[in-house]
């Protein structure tokens, strides 16, 4: 419990925690109502709003995967915290949906299988039921598949600045990528000491302009129009060579650290089996409550075809997907009801 929140806003939350969790040991061998598959921004939110509507839910999470905002060192864009790490704001977030009584479990989601009255949710240690089904799992690193990449992956090969960022200082270090992500790990990486720069495969970035002012002002050199075509090093990065796109010219630059942060894909392999409509991209195309083809499933944030990818579009999206649950799964008793 919060030691900041006292008297009867405490005693509520510590009354909706004790009975969410008795709710959850007597539903355990039972069909859910929603089943979130991810903890992130969207699965939190979607939790939350779940709850609220009083659904017999449960959120499973790999215990293994850090939601996306882990890797953002500031967050300035969640209105009411200018400037937070996302880290932190994760944190928030996570004790949030834990003070409403949200079961919350590890566990690795294998796969997803349509069942007579729903779903069947195969995880690593055993199989959930459910009416619905929210998928809000994200999206993970897109790779840049050059030689090295995955021989020096965590040998200088990294993509998480924030995490291992803090090692580079005074080092060689190059970014891959024009988005929001590569922008802020070139502006942490400079702030931390690192000789950095930033390779784009075009000759404009892709991140917002605040982002783009930032790294006009700071030192952070940019090569653009390249790409990086190999990495090489002995035990660690030693070096990596750039392709200039419009000359095709071929330079090796002494380097210590490489981060790659060239977008993401979808982690959506679990619904493989259902017959789910995705984009080109593979991001699964929903409307605008998260709905997706497959009645009874639904989905929120990075994993979802909607087009901006914010912390605040993926709330918004585990709220809408939430509430569209709610409203299935009412429909569904008045179905069985009037039958
Ligand atoms: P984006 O998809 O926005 O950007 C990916 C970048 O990598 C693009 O510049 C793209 O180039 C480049 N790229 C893609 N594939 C390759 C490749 N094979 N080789 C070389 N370059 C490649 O991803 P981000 O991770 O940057 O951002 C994801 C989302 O998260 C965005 O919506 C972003 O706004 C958000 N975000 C927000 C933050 C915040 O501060 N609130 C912080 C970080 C992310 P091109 O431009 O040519 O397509």
Redesign the pocket.
Known sequence: MNAKIKGPIAIYYIKRRIGAQREVFSVKSKTYDVVIVGAGPAGLTAGIFAIRRALKIIILHDPGCRPTPNE?T????WIGTPHITGTRLMKKFRKHAELMGVPIEGEKVKGIEKAKDGFRIIGEGGVFEAKTVILATGAMH?R??VPGEKEFTGRGVFYCANCEGPFFRGKKVLI???????A?YALLLHQIGADTILI???DE????ESYRKQLANSKVRIIWNS?IKEIKGGKFVKSVVVEDLKTHKLTELPMDGVFI????VPMSEMVKGLDVKVNPAGYIAVDKEGRTNVPGLFAAGDIADNP????VTACADGSKAAEAAYMYVQEKKLMAGKK
């Not at 901006?308 to 912390?311: A, H, N, V």
């Open positions: 953002a500031i967050v300035d864009d897109r840049a598949e891959a990528g024009g988005g929001d992500t590569a802020t784009h495969r075009r970035l892709r991140a917002v790409i942060a060239i977008g993401s901006t990818k914010r912390i």
